[in-house]
């Protein structure tokens, strides 16, 4: 079916053909999770840490399955879009897919949030014998006291905080203003200006890089100057959760944005003919607004 109206005008719903793409994300996907669930495993071995670990190996390759997928995957839809295979019904679909798929992720966030409230208001002031938990203090941690962060743990981890106005600020203020420089990308898109379009947007690439390199001198500042890392108790295992789980989708918005680059200076997209940036704008916004309740609630209070 190459013509997305009947012969009236018409529009009517482009139905691609069978394509190999799902079940080779499937498949991507099942390497990928047996991988990573291998390689936590292993990686509490000693023995095989040392001499390395197939679990990881099998992650890489899932991950390059999934990379794989997702360029062929996408360029079909490409090819199928300046075709002119691509209707209004059609192009419905893509926009409430990719709302739904961000209703998806702020569930995904959601539930991350609540372990770390869950921990901070409940779990510890139990330790410290809150409500009717005096018991749980005085037999299990009688010298336990009620902090956030978890400066020494119950089983005796000693951790300190990341400082909120240090590199944490820093990234703050670059994902907002990558957020500002995307808009200004947007508007200039629909005003068919395509020298301030690609400026505007190669900007905001340039601006997710640096988090992501300023997020990686934070990790290791925090692992070998705070003591902070994973086996730092709750703290560390939600802080590192949160903010890791973060810097994967900023990886992700920022790939998008870099793909949404190279299609407009091949001359894609038109005023009236752009959904595919809109959906990457959308999920840049909304990594800059959880990366605010980031800061706000795992930085700073």
Do not use: C
Not at 133 to 143: I, R, V
Not at 286 to 291: E, L
């Amino acid at each position: 079916m190459s013509d997305p109206h009947d012969t009236n005008g018409t529009p009517r719903y482009y139905v691609p053909h069978s394509s190999v793409w799902p079940i080779v994300g499937s498949i991507a996907l099942f390497i990928t999770a047996f991988g990573a669930a291998t390689f936590i495993q292993q990686s509490t071995d000693k023995v095989l840490t040392a001499t390395g670990t197939y679990g990881e190996i099998i992650f890489y390759i899932g991950l390059a399955s999934i990379a794989f997928m997702m360029i062929g995957w996408f360029g079909a839809v490409i090819k199928e879009s300046l075709q002119g295979m691509v209707s209004g019904l059609l192009d419905q679909s893509y926009r409430q897919a990719m709302m739904w798929f961000i209703v998806s992720e702020v569930m995904f966030f959601a539930a991350f949030f609540g372990a770390l409230f869950y921990a901070r208001l409940i779990s510890v002031p139990w330790l410290a014998g809150a409500g009717d938990k005096l018991e749980t203090h005085l037999f299990l941690w009688p010298d336990f006291a009620e902090t956030w962060p978890l400066f020494m743990t119950p089983g005796g981890t000693a951790t300190e905080a990341m400082a909120a106005w240090g590199l944490p600020f820093i990234n703050t203020v670059i994902l907002v203003t990558s957020s500002v420089t995307v808009t200004f990308a947007h508007w200039a898109l629909k005003k068919n200006q395509r020298g301030a379009l690609q400026a505007w947007l190669a900007l905001t690439v340039v601006l997710g890089i640096v988090f992501l390199i300023l997020q990686g001198v934070e990790y290791v500042h925090a692992y070998n100057d705070l003591g902070l890392n994973l086996s730092a108790g709750i703290y560390g295992s939600t802080f590192f959760m949160l903010t890791g789980f973060h810097g994967a989708h900023v990886t992700l918005g920022a790939t998008m944005l870099a793909v949404m680059l190279i299609r407009i200076f091949r001359g894609h997209f038109t005023p009236e003919n752009h959904f595919a940036f809109e959906a990457a704008s959308w999920y840049w916004h909304f990594v800059d607004v959880v990366w605010l309740f980031l800061f706000t609630f795992v930085y700073w209070f």
